[in-house]
Nanobody, 124 residues
Framework: QVQLVESGGGLVQPGGSLRLSCVAS????????MGWYRQAPGKQRELVAA???????YYADSVKGRFTISRDNAKNTVYLQMNSLKPEDTAVYYC??????????????????WGQGTQVTVSS
């Protein structure tokens, strides 16, 4: 199974920037897509950005032009650069990955993992 560990959250003023990181670790796995979700108090968890192993990206309309997702496949790490932060970006941010667990030389099992979440607070 893959474990995800996030870092980089914190308190920032409106207009400021933060960079989130998420490292995937485990054995006998190959990662497909990685992404970032967020959940604000009283709201449903929403997809913020995602990136495939080939580098294709997706962004929610609310963050387009402000957030950038990237990944380092060699380090099994995904980043979320967040610029021009707004108070409405305040939420717990979760890293997510879809991956294949190599059970044998010919059997791969699709699976999914979530990180523990990191708090991002945008406030003056």
């Amino acid at each position: 199974q893959v474990q995800l560990v996030e870092s980089g959250g914190g308190l920032v003023q409106p207009g400021g920037s933060l960079r989130l990181s998420c490292v995937a670790s485990g054995t006998r796995f190959s990662i497909n897509a990685m992404g970032w979700y967020r959940q604000a108090p009283g709201k449903q968890r929403e997809l913020v950005a995602a990136i495939t192993s080939g580098g294709s990206t997706y962004y929610a309309d609310s963050v387009k032009g402000r957030f950038t997702i990237s990944r380092d496949n060699a380090k099994n790490t995904v980043y979320l650069q967040m610029n021009s932060l707004k108070p409405e970006d305040t939420a717990v941010y979760y890293c997510n990955t879809d991956y294949f667990l190599q059970l044998s030389s010919s059997i791969k099992l699709p699976a999914e993992s979530w990180g523990q979440g990191t708090q991002v607070t945008v406030s003056s």
